[in-house]
């Protein structure tokens, strides 16, 4: 990575954005009824600490037991692994991130320290991560890491060990290496790939991966994100793309999300349903992730993309002053 340069707005607004749109989320991550989601926590337009009975969780149906010490990764959360009606995030505090965003920020600590994308490095910092107890207190742990660390424990060499991609909650955790190398292209894409296939493999995950990436940057860069997503999607650059873009976005948010595409974590919908987000959403990047956060379903993952897209395109000015000082830890590429 070349000698580190000043952030511009874009940059910053995107690393902002993709840790709000995660904390916003946060409490209510996987209501699938939004009349119950609207009961518990009314109007989703500021920072909000979960509470349990979460009355759509399914953590009760959720298994993991780790084959041996290397395996060892839920700690003192596996006493709530098994439970009905237990929050996925019960105990973190309102403006605070979900383990996936705690991942991303231990990829910026990497590169700060490392001045330049270093995966062994990440690679020992996300070990270190999930063995040691105490080290953040998340009780939800995605699919991705438990399968990670079932072919870790069988004695497989970390770059072997990703299980296959199928969610969005792999697609957040790229966006610091786009902005790291947003002035080189073809170093974002690759890097960010090769990063991505630590813990999702397969070519499903790497195609919204690149669709993202090919997204983030020209915005970055200056141009309007509303006509990025046309042109492409004029193009058909990719099968993420094969919605109907300009008749969605004259319909409300509920009617395309939910029973159009799944509100769910789920590429297929979830990929499109950010991009139809961020295309409605363009100038109005705090609406659209209220908007975002009210539709449920798998909205700590879609808000966390949509907010990145949202402020590389608006910049960091563009979201409230209470998102941005209410974050319990700002995002470090932002401290350097």
């Not at 705690?102 to 330049?116: C, F, N, P, V, Y």
């Not at 072997?160 to 974002?188: F, M, Q, W």
Request: glycine share 8%; with cysteine; net charge negative.
């Amino acid at each position: 990575m070349t000698p580190p340069q000043p952030l511009s707005s874009r940059d910053r607004g995107t690393l902002l954005g993709l840790a709000i749109g995660d904390a916003l989320a946060m409490p209510v991550h996987w209501y699938y009824d939004r009349t119950a989601l609207r009961t518990d926590y009314g109007l989703v337009d500021h920072y909000l600490a979960p509470k349990n009975p979460h009355p759509d969780s399914i953590l009760w149906r959720s298994r993991y037991t780790p084959l041996n010490d290397r395996g060892e990764i839920l700690h003192d959360q596996a006493a709530h692994w098994g439970r009905q009606g237990i929050h996925y995030h019960q105990f973190l505090r309102a403006g605070e991130n979900t383990l996936t965003l705690q991942l991303a920020s231990l990829l910026q600590e990497s590169l700060l320290d490392r001045g330049d994308y270093d995966f062994e490095d990440y690679t020992g910092r996300y070990l270190d991560f999930f063995t040691a107890p105490g080290r953040h207190r998340d009780t939800y742990i995605e699919e991705c890491h438990r399968g990670f660390f079932l072919n870790y424990a069988r004695g497989k060499r970390p770059a072997r060990c990703a299980i296959e991609g199928k969610h969005i909650g792999g697609l957040p955790g790229i966006i610091p290496l786009a902005v790291s190398y947003a002035t080189d292209p073809e170093k974002a894409v690759r890097h960010a790939l090769h990063h991505l296939a630590l813990t999702h493999a397969g070519p499903t995950i790497a195609e919204a991966a690149t669709l993202l990436i090919d997204l983030l940057l020209p915005v970055l860069a200056g141009a309007d994100l509303l006509e990025v997503i046309r042109d492409r999607h004029a193009r058909q650059t990719s099968p993420y793309l094969g919605f109907p873009l300009d008749r969605w976005l004259d319909e409300p948010d509920e009617h395309i999300i939910g029973p159009r595409l799944s509100p769910a974590c789920y590429l297929a919908d979830s990929v499109p349903a950010t991009i139809y987000l961020a295309a409605k959403y363009h100038d109005l990047p705090r609406e659209g992730l209220i908007a975002n956060t009210m539709l449920g379903g798998d909205n700590v993952h879609r808000g966390a993309v949509l907010g990145a897209l949202l402020g590389a395109a608006n910049g960091e000015e563009a979201w409230p002053g209470e998102w941005r000082e209410g974050l319990l830890r700002q995002p470090p590429l932002l401290m350097r």
